[in-house]
């Protein structure tokens, strides 16, 4: 199972090593061209307006869009969640973006003050809680009907699911737990 993680800005390195953890194949993503030997991405934390704009510049923001329309695994993790969602509230807006997922979300929407937390959270499926790691993290402030909720954090949803796209406001990455790239993992595995 080869995963790419998206290689232009954010805890690249440490997405790999999950993936590892997970049992998957890791590579670094930063080719059109390589969209085509993987069975799923991740999209990693950063700046959204950063990553998107690079996107851009590095051509991969349409034939990205075109491979995960056609079925291609995603998964976007924070700013990488920004990116995803269909639209993005307030004055914020990263211009360039997929768009792909259902959802509404508004970023920075947990406060300059509390920049960073971290809660232990349920998530669908799991044994035992999750500890999440939230940084400058978005909100999500609606789903659409086809897409499951799989985890909330006082109440609102911070794991997504629709079809073959899986996006968190977390940073699983950080917290040493595979968990949740071994859901990813499994999803790109059907
Ligand atoms: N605040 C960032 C943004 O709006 C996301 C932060 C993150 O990815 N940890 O793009």
């Known amino acids: 199972m080869k995963i790419g993680v998206l290689g232009l800005q ?3 390195r440490e997405h790999l090593r999950s993936c590892e953890v997970a049992g998957a194949a890791p590579m670094v ?3 059109p061209e390589q969209i085509s030997s993987i069975d799923g991405l991740i999209i990693p934390g950063g700046e ?3 990553i998107g ?3 851009h510049r590095f051509e991969l923001l349409e034939p990205l869009g075109q491979a995960v329309a056609a079925g291609l695994p995603l998964y976007g993790t924070c700013a990488g969640m920004i990116l ?3 639209t993005v509230t307030g004055d914020e807006d990263a211009r360039s973006r997929l768009g792909l997922m259902d959802i509404v979300v508004t ?3 947990y406060g300059r003050q509390i920049d960073s937390f971290e809660a232990d959270i349920d998530v669908e499926g799991f044994d035992r809680s999750l500890r999440a790691v939230f940084i400058r993290a978005p909100a999500v402030e609606s789903v659409g009907t086809g897409v499951e909720v799989l985890a909330r ?3 609102r949803p911070v794991l997504v699911r629709q079809e073959h796209m899986l996006a968190s406001s977390f940073h699983p990455e950080m917290s040493g737990d595979p968990r ?3 859901l990813f993992v499994d999803m790109a595995s059907h």
């Open 180 to 182: 949740v790239h071994e």
């Open 29 to 31: 993503v930063k080719r």
């Open 10 to 12: 954010g805890d690249v």
């Open 48 to 50: 959204s307006t950063t």
């Open 107 to 109: 970023r920075n929407a």
């Open 53 to 55: 704009k690079l996107l």
């Open 84 to 86: 995803m969602a269909a």
């Open 153 to 155: 954090c006082d109440g």
